[in-house]
């Protein structure tokens, strides 16, 4: 199993990037996949999950309307389109694998980093003027 995260790197303020997740050894039929970030001495938070199987897709407030999860199950790839970023968005991006695919119970009233089965090694996103 393996996912691998790319498409991070610097932008200015205002500016746009999309981030992939291909995955390999399980389908995207199978798990949820969950884009999180963290910054230097904070925890994981959640950013986004989609499950087509389950028919959702979830976002933290501080991202909705500006961020919009996909996925190519071709491709076996998960993608975040990420625009009018600011600053605090600067975070490495993991994408993860969930097995309760999105469920709110995990993403709404518990801590989503905690429940997920596998996770890429991340890309640095830094927005910056």
């Known amino acids: 199993v393996q996912l691998v995260e790319s498409g991070g790197g610097s932008v200015q303020p205002g500016g746009s990037l999309r981030l992939s997740c291909e995955v390999s050894g399980f389908t995207l039929a199978d798990y949820g996949i969950a884009w999180f970030r963290q910054v230097p001495g904070k925890e994981r938070e959640g950013v986004s999950c989609i499950s087509t199987t389950a028919g959702r897709s979830r976002y933290v407030d501080s991202v909705k309307g500006r961020f919009t999860i996909s996925n190519d199950a071709a491709k076996n790839t998960v993608y975040l389109q990420m625009n009018s970023l600011r600053p605090d968005d600067t975070a490495v991006y993991y994408c993860?694998?969930?097995?309760?695919?999105?469920?709110?119970?995990?993403?709404?009233?518990?801590?989503?980093?905690?429940?997920?089965?596998?996770w890429g090694k991340g890309t640095q996103v830094t927005v910056s003027s």
């Open positions: 993860a694998a969930d097995p309760l695919r999105c469920h709110e119970g995990l993403w709404v009233y518990s801590q989503p980093q905690h429940g997920m089965d596998y």
